[in-house]
């Protein structure tokens, strides 16, 4: 009784998260992606980029991209506009401008089965396979299956305005390019400098040593093991030899379309079928291409 009068104060003074309740305004603009899905890393490099007389670090991300998952309600209403938001919500019509970050689900589920580790909800040991039948199932995420978030935005923004597609592995490939085209999207003077030191202050090799000294002031990692580190390899293709074929095949056999569509080549693609218990490809194909006729 006590904890739900608790929490009925907080909501009415603003001082829940509001998470996909969060008030929108028209000029938000949305740093969005499936989790792990390198949304820290963009959020470093747009943020360096917007702010470039402050160097941003893991004391002040969330006031230069708020978190609607980790700041109050009142805390988001008090965020100067237009507001750069960070969030791994699936399709909201309510977004108007967003930037979408998507990864190879093979590396996701690896970096996710590591932050599983690093928050202590599985066990070192923790089969992966397991772990991967439960991220095809959309269980180890509250923002739906990766193919279920990503399908959900490509289907209704992909190739319209007000949206802008960033692969993980093109900005690993070459950072300063795809910055660019986030200059643009945010009517930014497209300044070589200006997004060089972006990228030099954003690099992995940075944000360890941002982790090192400040992982205690971080919504993400303050409560979580100091042995298992937030910022790992930084790399593609890890869950080539991070992740066992059974796991390899459950995602290419959910997803094999999907992840066709947006250029990550499947390992196994004869064993690739087009329909699982949690997924139906030809239902991605039926929302990016529309029904045949």
């Known amino acids: 009784m006590m904890q739900r009068l608790i929490r009925g104060m907080q909501r009415a003074l ?34 360096n980029l917007v702010y470039p007389e402050t160097p941003v670090d893991f004391s002040n991300i969330n006031r230069l991209t708020p978190d609607p998952e980790a700041l109050s309600k009142r805390g988001m209403a008090r965020m100067p506009r237009p507001r750069i938001i960070k969030s791994h919500q699936y399709f909201d019509p309510r977004y108007k401008r967003v930037i979408y970050v998507v990864r190879d689900p093979r590396d996701v589920a690896l970096s996710q089965f590591h932050f599983h580790r690093k928050r202590g909800l599985i ?24 193919g279920e978030n990503v399908a ?39 300044d070589a400098e200006r997004i060089r030191n972006a990228v030099r202050r954003s690099s992995a090799d940075e944000m360890r040593k941002l ?70 490809s030809g239902f991605v194909e039926t929302m990016l291409n529309g029904p045949s006729r």
């Open 14 to 47: 603003g001082l829940h998260h509001p998470g996909r309740n969060l008030e929108v305004w028209p000029d938000d603009v949305f740093i969005l992606s499936f989790p792990k899905s390198g949304n820290t890393w963009t959020r470093f490099l747009i943020a």
């Open 123 to 146: 066990e070192d040991g923790y089969p992966p396979e397991k772990f991967v039948a439960r991220f095809v199932a959309g269980e180890t995420s509250p923002y739906g299956s990766w």
């Open 152 to 190: 959900s935005w490509l289907a209704t923004r992909e190739n319209r305005p007000g949206f802008l597609l960033l692969r993980y592995e093109d900005m690993l490939e070459d950072a300063a390019r795809e910055l660019k085209k986030v200059t643009s999207f945010l009517e930014i003077p497209p």
């Open 211 to 280: 982790e090192k000294s400040q992982a205690h002031l971080w919504s993400s990692t303050k409560s979580t093991r100091q042995d298992v580190p937030f910022v790992r390899s930084a790399q593609a293709g890890g869950w080539r030899t991070g992740l066992p074929e059974g796991a390899v095949t459950q995602m290419e056999a959910a997803w094999g379309h999907l992840m066709t569509h947006l250029g990550y080549e499947l390992l196994f693609p004869a064993r690739a079928i087009t329909k699982t218990a949690n997924f139906d």
